[in-house]
């Protein structure tokens, strides 16, 4: 399973991720349905809005190292929640890691409780916040994306909203939405569409400009002796040679 059936209330559909053994990682697999599913939704004139979510206690732990998913690809999924007619509104009870930043900053609106944590953790296996860096510096403070991109370290939900990643941290994720999809959902699908389109300009020049350099970025670094090594000794549970 990499999604849950989705279910749909009132205008607004929600899609879960739902590959909890892996922590649902950014498999091939999961890349394609979900890509799938985002589609179905962009064809389906009921479909106001669109909630992401996910099953278990991480939102999305980043690449599958076991299986990852072609770079070209992620960087399309991205894409496609950005140009989707629809908002995209993420839900978060759980961990964000690396890769799952770029899901999450894809999304237009975005909401997680005290139980979400964030960390992009790409520079301790010998990796770069390559392509996600698309939509994540659209976003993020400079002086914060340099030091979580450099360090790596973790931090909660108030720091991503301080920090622009998050819309909105809230005890209660869902009573927080309740305005959220409120407003979706008196909002004409027209003038939903036109409005994404003006908040979106931005980052779709940066995938138009960058996305192609970034994938060849992405995919050297992945075949790389050091990033072999981080990401043997991740899945080890070891310290990789290089750490002090």
């Given at each position: 399973m990499t999604l849950a059936a989705p279910t749909h209330d009132r205008g607004i559909t929600t899609l879960a991720l739902d590959s909890p053994a892996n922590r649902n990682a950014l498999s091939a697999r999961l890349?394609?349905?979900?890509?799938?599913?985002?589609?179905a939704c962009a064809a389906d004139t009921a479909v106001r809005a669109v909630v992401l979510t996910h099953t278990g206690t991480t939102f999305c732990a980043g690449a599958d190292l076991t299986a990852p998913p072609d770079p070209a690809a992620f960087v399309a999924l991205m894409r496609r929640i950005v140009t989707l007619p629809q908002p995209v509104v993420a839900r978060v009870t759980g961990h964000v890691r690396a890769g799952g930043l770029g899901l999450l900053s894809a999304c237009d609106i975005s909401v997680a409780g005290p139980g979400a944590s964030f960390a992009l953790t790409e520079s301790r296996l010998g990796l770069a916040p390559a392509v996600v860096s698309i939509p994540l510096l659209a976003r993020m403070d400079p002086a914060a994306?340099?030091?979580?991109?450099?360090?790596?370290?973790?931090?909660d939900a108030a720091e991503a909203t301080r920090t622009g990643l998050l819309t909105l941290a809230a005890d209660d994720v869902d009573k927080a939405l309740e305005p959220v999809l409120d407003g979706l959902r008196r909002?004409?699908?027209?003038?939903?569409?036109?409005?994404?389109?003006?908040?979106t300009a931005t980052v779709l020049e940066d995938f138009d400009q960058h996305a192609e350099d970034l994938i060849a970025r992405s995919a050297a670094l992945f075949t790389s002796a050091e990033a072999r090594e981080g990401m043997t000794a991740f899945l080890e549970r070891r310290d990789p040679a290089w750490v002090l």
């Open positions: 890349v394609g349905a979900l890509g799938e599913a985002l589609d994306a340099a030091r979580y991109f450099l360090t790596g370290e973790r931090f909002a004409s699908p027209q003038g939903l569409k036109a409005s994404k389109e003006l908040v």
